[in-house]
């Protein structure tokens, strides 16, 4: 059974940090390509970053500079770091496993950025 566990969610004022993690089970980790989407009230489901089973990275336009992906196929978790966040960042964040087979999703972690 494959599971993704998202964590890190919350509050932050706006130029805050937050670093999201998402556990992976039940794929071989290290071959699946990672990603990190959000979706914020109203909007579609967007793309922020993705990490292939090697070290290339994939950032939207809007984040490029302020949030990093990265992952740790020791510990089967990918993460994303978040800085200078803004209001319009504020949306629900999902984990993505991209395998061979299908695409997998987590349920998502909320993310809020506000005064």
């Known amino acids: 059974q494959v599971q993704l566990v998202e964590s890190g969610g919350g509050w932050v004022q706006p130029g805050g940090s937050l670093r999201l993690s998402c556990a992976a089970s039940?794929?071989?980790?290290?071959?699946?390509?990672m990603g990190w989407y959000r979706q914020a009230p109203g909007k579609q489901r967007e793309l922020v970053a993705t990490?292939?089973?090697?070290?290339?990275?994939n950032h939207a336009d809007s984040v490029k500079g302020r949030f990093t992906i990265s992952r740790d196929n020791g510990k089967n978790t990918v993460y994303l770091q978040m800085n200078s966040l803004k209001p319009e960042d504020t949306a629900v964040y999902y984990c993505n496993a991209q395998t061979s087979y299908r695409s997998y999703w987590g349920q998502g972690t909320q993310v809020t950025v506000s005064s």
């Open positions: 990490i292939n089973s090697g070290t290339i990275t």
């Open positions: 039940g794929i071989v980790f290290r071959l699946a390509t």
